[in-house]
């Protein structure tokens, strides 16, 4: 085959991409050269992305050279391509997905962890990204968003200048050019948290849709289940008839024999956006069903009944509240605590310490313990590790997903050999104290009891969310479940109660407010 021609932007990130193919390509023993292109984006830096005029304003003069035959191959990052290629062109390959996380980046002296995603009170954050702001502010509505161009060493370089508190970019992009960020406060935001950008992290292999040979020589490198995954990405990005400026994330992730998809949607910028998740088997259709989800016409419930209480300004009750959707949220259970004065005995030679709800977090700190110099903290999920932050200590682990024997097995891994302190309710199921290895040693806390309320009265919401098996056994010594209505379990031991009633549940991803708020809006009313 001849010698190939690369076009690719300028940028540092975008010349990293080039090379990063071009080595590919030679590890297969084809040879290529480089061919610089300026587009739109780059030219035009005074202006928000969601101004300039059309779409594909980073990719327009590679697709141009292309279809002109002066380029064999424009490599882009997939998520700046617009859904509808060209007459004439094709994506021929994709590599394999870097990790699709966003980095939020701070300031030090702009740092509070008491707070969620570690940012002060109003905190100035730049991104040109209308998703990014959208979830953003969803989380932290007193943040103050403002714009962010340049390519990801000028952001950086803006942050170190301080026109910004923080600023949010891709990790794909710190990673692929290795730059240092010890001067800053740096948060890993998950991509359940902030949903990221349609196919982000990926890269694409652009060539002329004639060149078969190409073609056929570049599926050595092509990477297909990223291809299959960021395919339903892209898929309700087009069913959506939205561009790189659309506040719309979707991520699509294979774990064993299923696919996981989140999908966040906001009609602006400064829309609270809707929130979906999706476990299924195959990607048949899924697209379509996606974006159905989110059609003006369908049919929310009424009334959700939780078994706690929900702030004023709690992300669930705002996800809720947008669609009109009231919220019966009375807890069916009381707490005491069982410990008053905590004995040193119990913290000494504490290396970990583990959080299984936020009421043990709240009981713990309220014993105002003296914690050992270099203990480290996990957390069965968000809830708990939001309560820990209030605290003022970050999680070290954090349980994903909302499984707990999962949960359990992955932090028996973390703490293999160590010693770790249980604070709990005295009627704990113990499960992930049961997960642990033989050499990793256990010291129980029981530190408070749990004691169910009498006469509870039912609720004729559509859907009910227990929070607890304690709940379970509470409303359902007077109640029954009504025909029709639909039950939302947090956690396993939740679901199981009922399980054993012969109750069909559903368990949201994470058993926090985003996973509730996915978990309802998933509902067929």
Known sequence: MKRLIIGTRGSDLALWQANFIKDKLAAIGVEAEL???????????????????????????????????????????????????PDGLTIAAVTEREDPSELLLILKDCVNITHKLSLKTGAMVGTSSNRRKAQLLALRPDLNIEDLRGNVPTRIQKLRDED??????????????????????????????????PAQGALAIQIRENDSELFDTLQQIHHKETADEIAVERKVLNLFEGGCHMPLGCYCKKEEEQYEVWTSKAETDEDFPDRLFYRVENLDGLAEKIVAKFSGERKFPAKVFISREVGEH???????????IEIDARSLIRTFPIVTVLDPFYLKHIEWIFFSSRNSVDYFFNLKP??????????????????????????????????????AELFAEAVAGKTVLFPRAQDSLLSIQKALKSDTKVVDLPIYETVIEENIDQTYAEVLIFTSPSNVDAYFVDNLLDPGQKV?????????????????????????????AEAVFGIDI
Do not use: C, W
């Open 35 to 85: 061919k610089i292109i300026k587009t739109q984006g780059d030219k035009i830096l005074n202006l928000r992305l969601d101004k300039l005029e059309g779409k594909g304003f980073f990719t327009k003069e590679l697709e141009e050279e292309l279809l002109g035959g002066t380029i064999d191959i424009a490599v882009h990052s997939h998520k700046d391509l617009p859904t509808v290629h």
């Open 164 to 197: 910004y508190d923080a600023i949010m970019i891709a990790k794909a992009g710190v990673n692929r050019l290795s730059i240092d960020l010890s001067e800053f406060h740096v948060e890993v935001i998950d991509p359940t948290d902030i949903v990221p950008a």
């Open 314 to 324: 709690n992300y669930f009750r705002k996800a809720l509240e947008k669609h009109n």
């Open 370 to 407: 003296m914690l050992p110099k270099h203990v480290k903290f996990g957390v069965a999920g968000r809830g708990s590790e939001d309560s820990l932050r209030r605290m003022g200590h970050v999680a070290d682990y954090v349980g994903e997903g909302g499984d707990i024997e999962e949960v």
């Open 488 to 516: 939302i379990a947090i956690g396993n031991s939740t679901a199981k109660k009922f399980e054993e009633m012969g109750v069909k549940v559903i368990l949201p991803y994470s058993p926090d407010e985003i996973g509730l």
